[in-house]
């Protein structure tokens, strides 16, 4: 990578932030209820070859299920702390 493909790279993440930033700041003004979630973990984003399984868990879970229960709920658990659990 030559130096201006380095800069180039780093403007668009800079960029990218400024963007998400400026949203928060609109959304906080018009006073819009907003839910961020971070999924630790920039590799969620690669392209991969193989199989990717993933646990999730509580809130997400649940969510999920209410997306398509006939596909998810017989697959959903709980874990000794009442969480739920869901592997994909």
């Known amino acids: 990578m030559c130096i201006r493909q ?3 790279a ?3 993440q800079r960029r990218h ?3 998400y930033h400026l949203h928060c700041a609109i959304d906080a003004k018009e006073n819009r209820y907003v839910v961020v ?3 630790p973990g920039a590799f969620l984003n ?3 070859e193989d199989n990717v399984h993933m646990l999730l868990e509580g809130t997400v879970t649940e ?7 006939t596909i998810y709920k017989i697959h959903m658990w ?3 702390h009442g969480k739920a659990m869901l592997y994909v």
Request: proline fraction near 4%; glycine fraction near 0%; avoid cysteine.
């Open 6 to 8: 380095v800069t180039e």
């Open 10 to 12: 780093i403007y668009k």
């Open 17 to 19: 932030k400024l963007i």
């Open 37 to 39: 979630s971070d999924i």
């Open 46 to 48: 690669a392209e991969m």
């Open 63 to 69: 969510m999920i299920v209410k997306l398509d229960p």
């Open 78 to 80: 709980y874990n000794k």
